[in-house]
């Protein structure tokens, strides 16, 4: 379960996103040889990529690549998981949900689901 990490990812992603945020959405793909995620950041009423969000705040690129390799370390799965990806959902005020995906998820189902 990814569900020990939520915070250590929630602060990574809040290192480089401004800080006017409303909603983060991430996704991430994993299998037992590599992880894949990306995420969005919701600020007056927008969506931005992560790259994006980045830019807004002034982070270096390097800096971003840090922070995505620190991302996709936290949201490797565990070797007994029988989970294919996970979605983590953040709102402002705090609440947060995950949900596994058991099946291959399309992009656009994804982005319809979740950037809302």
Same mark, same amino acid.
């Given at each position: ?6 915070e250590e990812i ?11 945020w409303e909603r ?15 995420? $969005? ?9 992560? &790259? /994006? !969000?980045?830019? *807004? ?10 922070? $995505? ?9 565990? &070797? /007994? !998981?029988?989970? *294919?990806?996970?979605?983590l959902v953040i ?26």
């Amino acid at each position: 379960m990814i569900e020990n990490s939520v915070e250590e990812i929630f602060d990574a992603i809040l290192d480089i996103c401004p800080s006017n945020w409303e909603r983060l959405a991430l996704h991430a793909d994993a299998d037992d040889t590599h992880t894949e995620m990306y995420f $969005y950041v919701k600020c007056g009423g927008r969506y931005y990529t992560s &790259e /994006e !969000a980045a830019m *807004l705040c002034g982070v270096s690129l390097d800096e971003l690549t840090d922070a $995505y390799r620190n991302i996709i370390l936290l949201c490797e799965k565990p &070797e /007994e !998981a029988e989970w *294919l990806g996970f979605d983590l959902v953040i709102d402002g005020d705090g609440s947060f949900e995950i949900n596994y995906n058991y099946a291959p998820i399309d992009d656009a189902e994804w982005e319809k689901k979740y950037l809302v």
